[in-house]
């Protein structure tokens, strides 16, 4: 069904049930934060708890989700009854105006997928907002209705939580938000939506205002070939990114490749990760690492030499990927113990292998003087959400930042 602005109907006309997906998609050159209000019989946002968006992404309830940008997955069966009407809306983080969309839309899907209506707009339905109240869900006499809303704010997300009551507070975090974003949205376009899940996950784990250096650290032995075939490893790289320009002041990712021998790559950064394991040095079939088996310690031996030499007590987080087939555990874990002294946290990473060895024990492992790493393996990297994946790297950091300061490891 195509419904047009202001046009009203029964939500029961066009689905059965109370579980829903509502889908906003802006299609504007600017950055838009969507956000869902639960507003109260007195029009207002009573408990800034059902305020959904990428800083909350459920209500407490979880019957309001944000499962992806732009995407709202609902169960009205379970909001608390004080909640009389849910307001979903679209705004732009920045400058701009939504006269700037090209053709947009929202749309009501059900259950199976299936959609059930859809409102199309564009920016000359628009003047100079930089804000939409897009669609409106209420109930009356008992029962939901929907309202294609597209009712236009000239302020942004605040006057969205100023007009329903809310208030907007200065946070800490706030400025590394932006900050991030920014530098994203200036340099690299097409990684901001990965750059908002960074930061979600990074205030979700009290990350935000850390500054720490990241470094990743690539298996190019023979067994990988098919995850740089298939352009994994290039996800890789452009998933830490964002990590790198939030926490680095430089914004840069120090980079090692190895198999036999290991080979400290160009820094990745904004202006060269676009297809960096290709291009950089060659590209990795071109690296110089000697014959393309595996050997961990040498690569880990030489990544403690250079951050114990730059006398640097700023943390230094570091993925390292590998694919499995390791094999020796004895140097690897005297290099880990060892490494425990110093101010660097290491993610290993399975990909698409096994055989992990004594990655798969470092939880366990005694004799350090911090809990200095963690392991997790993934059969794809496709295998987990971005949002997912931002969370398994940032859950053992703030424990061992937190130990590490301490033990008077870190500055």
């Given at each position: 069904m195509q419904l047009t602005q202001g046009q009203r109907l029964p939500l029961s006309s066009i689905l059965q049930g109370d579980q829903l997906t509502l889908s906003l998609t802006l299609k504007s050159p600017h950055v838009i934060d969507y956000a869902c209000f639960g507003i109260d019989a007195a029009g207002k946002l009573s408990d800034d708890r059902y305020m959904v968006f990428f800083n909350q992404p459920a209500t407490p309830c979880a019957s309001v989700r944000l499962a992806h940008e732009g995407a709202f997955s609902l169960n009205l069966a379970t909001l608390p009854a004080t909640i009389e009407r849910l307001v979903f809306t679209a705004a732009i983080d920045g400058n701009g105006a939504m006269r700037d969309l090209a053709p947009s839309a929202f749309a009501v899907q059900a259950a199976n997928g299936a959609t059930a209506a859809t409102c199309e707009f564009q920016g000359r339905d628009f003047a100079s907002e930089k804000?939409?109240?897009?669609?409106?869900?209420?109930?009356?006499?008992?029962?939901?209705?929907?309202?294609?809303?597209?009712?236009?704010?000239?302020?942004?997300?605040?006057?969205?939580?100023?007009?329903?009551?809310?208030?907007?507070?200065?946070?800490?975090?706030?400025?590394?938000?932006?900050?991030?974003?920014?530098?994203?949205?200036d340099a690299a376009p097409h990684l901001l939506s990965l750059a908002k899940k960074a930061q979600l996950s990074l205030e979700k784990n009290n990350l935000a205002n850390v500054k720490a250096r990241v470094a990743l650290v690539l298996d190019v032995s023979g067994s990988m070939n098919?995850?740089?075939?298939?352009?994994?490893?290039?996800?890789?790289?452009?998933?830490?990114?964002?990590?790198?320009?939030?926490?680095?002041?430089?914004?840069?990712?120090?980079c090692w490749g190895f198999?036999?021998?290991?080979?400290?790559?160009?820094?990745?950064?904004?202006?060269?990760?676009?297809d960096y394991v290709n291009t950089v040095e060659g590209g990795w079939k071109r690296w110089n690492l000697g014959a393309r088996v595996n050997d961990e310690p040498k690569?880990?031996?030489?990544?403690?030499?250079?951050?114990?030499?730059?006398?640097?007590?700023?943390?230094?987080?570091?993925?390292?990927?590998?694919?499995?087939?390791?094999?020796?555990?004895?140097?690897?874990?005297?290099?880990?113990?060892?490494?425990?002294?110093?101010?660097?946290?290491?993610?290993?990473?399975?990909?698409?292998?096994?055989?992990?060895?004594?990655?798969?024990?470092l939880d366990t492992l005694p004799g350090r003087v911090v809990d200095n790493c963690g392991f997790f393996a993934l059969d794809d990297l496709h295998d987990?959400?971005?949002?997912?994946?931002?969370?398994?790297?940032?859950?053992?950091?703030?424990?061992?930042?937190?130990e590490a300061r301490g033990k008077g490891i870190l500055g």
């Open positions: 804000a939409i109240m897009v669609a409106d869900l209420y109930r009356k006499d008992g029962a939901w209705r929907l309202q294609a809303n597209l009712q236009g704010f000239n302020d942004g997300l605040d006057a969205l939580v100023r007009h329903f009551g809310g208030e907007v507070l200065e946070q800490p975090v706030a400025p590394a938000r932006i900050s991030l974003e920014k530098k994203i949205a098919g995850q740089y075939n298939k352009g994994r490893v290039q996800e890789v790289v452009n998933r830490l990114v964002p990590l790198a320009v939030h926490f680095d002041d430089d914004g840069e990712l120090d198999a036999a021998k290991p080979q400290q790559l160009p820094a990745v950064s904004l202006a060269n990760h676009k690569v880990i031996r030489q990544v403690i030499d250079y951050y114990k030499r730059s006398g640097d007590l700023t943390p230094v987080y570091v993925m390292f990927i590998s694919d499995g087939g390791v094999h020796e555990n004895k140097a690897i874990t005297q290099l880990i113990v060892e490494a425990a002294r110093y101010p660097v946290f290491w993610q290993f990473v399975g990909l698409g292998g096994s055989s992990y060895g004594i990655l798969e024990k987990v959400s971005e949002e997912a994946l931002y969370d398994k790297l940032m859950n053992e950091f703030p424990s061992w930042l937190k």
